[in-house]
């Protein structure tokens, strides 16, 4: 069920989701159906609490936000906050006991963009995913930035941490442009073999963060931070149809029409013309 939703693409320019839905054998309830299991009211308040306190204290592992919500006066455990901040995706970015410990893992690549001075764009792209809240379930953002113009080049939705999604993701954004780096976390979706080939069959090199180091990537935290604070915590959306509508419009808002006070007032989409050729 899961790897049909992911077939669908909510921003054909041809095919609407009904359509695309019985193209694939998919029901339409069953592609906006949210992600259920963890999903129960309780959970989800916790949730959205654990949320909007990462993008402030992104520091917090499970046992500090255990007690921050104990603190708010919720009567949780510890077990259940660790699993739920992994159902989310997130962890603190303070590296805990034995993260030296060796084990089985897909190669990871060095950091290259510290001291990194930047004279354009697409000379460094990065991405990352995000939990999304939403008022009876939740989703999964992913996006891709370029570092000089902020300019977001792409994003997607997914119902499921898979790294397919950031698979796509990444091809689409490909077609528009090449970066000389491609900056990522250590996360699975990233370190895949299918990710990784996308990026050194083209010749882009590829840099990843420290472990536990979340401003490595600091730019495209900053996104998440705005995304949240300026659109999905105002808007509590009610389906995944309209929080693919709201975040179609967001990032129009984003790239188009928000000044950024980290490029003089201007728009990500007025420097990233303004250099593109």
């Not at 006066?73 to 077990?79: A, F, Q």
């Not at 442009?177 to 090199?205: K, M, W, Y």
């Given at each position: ?134 008022a009876t379930g939740f989703m999964y953002l992913a996006a891709i930035i370029d570092w000089y113009s902020r300019y977001v080049i792409a994003w997607t939705l ?93 990032f129009y808002f984003y790239n188009h029409e928000r000044p950024h006070s980290a490029l003089d007032g201007l728009t990500p989409a007025q420097v990233h013309c303004?250099?593109?050729?």
């Amino acid at each position: 069920m899961d790897d049909k939703r992911l077939l669908i693409d909510p921003g054909h320019p041809d095919l609407g989701i009904t359509r695309q839905c019985s193209l694939i054998g998919l029901s339409r309830s069953s592609y906006y159906h949210t992600p259920g299991g963890v999903a129960s009211k309780e959970n989800l308040k916790y949730m959205r609490l654990i949320d909007e306190q990462y993008l402030r204290t992104p520091f917090y592992g499970s046992r500090q936000m255990t007690r921050w919500l104990r603190h708010q006066g919720h009567l949780v455990n510890r077990k259940r906050v660790q699993r739920l901040m992994h159902i989310m995706g997130i962890q603190g970015t303070v590296p805990g006991p034995h993260t030296s410990r060796p084990h089985p893992a897909p190669k990871v690549y060095p950091y290259l963009l510290q001291h990194l001075d930047l004279q354009g764009i697409n000379l460094v792209w990065s991405t990352d995913i995000t939990y999304i809240p939403m008022a009876t379930g939740f989703m999964y953002l992913a996006a891709i930035i370029d570092w000089y113009s902020r300019y977001v080049i792409a994003w997607t939705l997914s119902n499921t941490l898979d790294h397919l999604f950031c698979v796509r993701l990444l091809e689409d954004a490909l077609q528009q442009a090449h970066p000389v780096i491609f900056n990522t976390d250590q996360g699975s979706q990233f370190t895949s073999t299918e990710f990784t080939r996308c990026l050194l069959d083209r010749e882009i090199l590829i840099s990843m963060d420290g472990r536990g180091r979340a401003l490595d990537n600091v730019f495209i935290e900053r996104l998440w931070r705005s995304v949240k604070y300026e659109d999905i915590y105002l808007k509590d959306y009610q389906s995944v149809l309209q929080l693919y509508q709201g975040l179609e419009q967001y990032f129009y808002f984003y790239n188009h029409e928000r000044p950024h006070s980290a490029l003089d007032g201007l728009t990500p989409a007025q420097v990233h013309c303004a250099t593109e050729h």
